[in-house]
């Protein structure tokens, strides 16, 4: 099925310009903020605004090496700030641990698949007694049995606390969604800076360094005596929407950065540096509207910079087409 011609609205019409689903147009190149790091696009870091009284948040938190808590409302940038340090000291891509109600600390730190090895050894013991009552298989080579290391896998914690030559940045986002207890079970790992892995722990003494792998690739850590020590402690930032209070401990041992919404000057500049100088000509109308309703409404400044992005993409919509497409109120339920 083809979807080459225009819809069918009536005698004479023809697809719009700027469409692409139904139009007559090849795929546009994305956005500069969602062009994925392979991609020409990205070739160009993607800048991040930020008020030098923030910026000194920051590097007390690196100094410290203590967790960066940021918090504020949606659209603020606090995922894009852990993105932001790690591209400007040079550490590598971000390890990320999305947060929700049902994470546990076992999840960020490693994964065993108990089951995948009952069934490896249920596997090599009946090779070895095909090996032993057939004579056609009697002399093949045997294969190598895999090792414990094969299924256990570091989790994006883990991975931090793991790295060897130089810390890695950890994005624990949304943590106010976590159960109550997750907080301060964090704590104590990031104060000590290990853990212990049981089913290592138990390993006969020949057996007590293991190679694991680790979140994102297929490259392995050695791991001695069950437990992963961290050589740096690795930059932990944690992002909050403020719904929910800290316990007073976990709190002390954080380093707290508030962003607070964009002023005008601010969206201004947002703009200018996603989108051009050029694009504040036809930006104009859109950055006052946003204004007006977050005031009163929760928008994010992604949102801001989408319809902007589709004006001067040549987007045939009015602002109340765009404020319905993509730049709609986050606080109401989408309706029925």
């Known amino acids: 099925m083809s979807h080459s011609s225009a819809p069918d609205d009536g005698p004479g019409t023809t697809a719009e310009d700027w469409w692409v689903f139904r139009g007559p147009a090849d795929l546009p190149a994305p956005p500069p903020w969602r062009s994925l790091p392979e991609s020409p696009q990205a070739s160009t870091p993607q800048p991040y605004l930020l008020g030098r009284e923030h910026v000194a948040v920051v590097n007390a938190a690196l100094h410290l090496r203590r ?141 007590q360094s293991v190679d694991v792998l680790v979140t994102g690739s297929r490259r392995r850590v050695a791991v001695d005596r069950g437990t992963v020590a961290c050589a740096h402690f690795p930059i932990v930032v944690m992002t909050s929407n403020g719904e929910r209070d800290f316990p007073p401990a976990f709190l002390r041992r954080c380093v707290r950065l508030d962003l607070p919404d964009p002023d005008e000057d601010k969206l201004r500049d947002i703009v200018r540096l996603h989108l051009g100088a050029e694009a504040l000509t036809d930006a104009e109308d859109l950055i006052q509207n946003f204004l007006q309703r977050a005031s009163v409404e929760t928008l994010a400044t992604d949102q801001l910079l989408a319809a902007v992005h589709l004006r001067v993409t040549g987007a045939d919509l009015s602002q109340d087409q765009l404020t319905n497409t993509v730049m709609h109120r986050l606080d109401e339920a989408f309706p029925a």
């Open 67 to 207: 967790p960066l808590l940021v918090t504020g409302r949606p659209g603020t940038g606090k995922s894009s700030l852990a993105h932001a340090i790690a591209e400007d000291l040079g550490l590598g891509d971000v390890l990320r641990w999305p947060v929700n109600s049902r994470s546990t600390l076992a999840d960020a730190l490693y994964r065993y698949d108990a089951v995948g090895r009952l069934r490896e050894a249920s596997l090599d013991r009946e090779t070895r007694a095909i090996r032993t009552t057939s004579r056609k298989v009697r002399h093949r080579p045997r294969g190598r049995r895999s090792d414990i290391g094969d299924f256990l896998r570091l989790g994006p914690l883990g991975t931090a606390l793991a790295a060897e030559e130089k810390p890695r940045v950890l994005l624990i986002d949304e943590l106010d969604k976590a159960d109550v207890d997750l907080p301060n079970d964090l704590l104590v790992v990031l104060e000590e800076g290990r853990f212990e892995i049981p089913e290592l722990s138990r390993l006969p003494e020949d057996q």
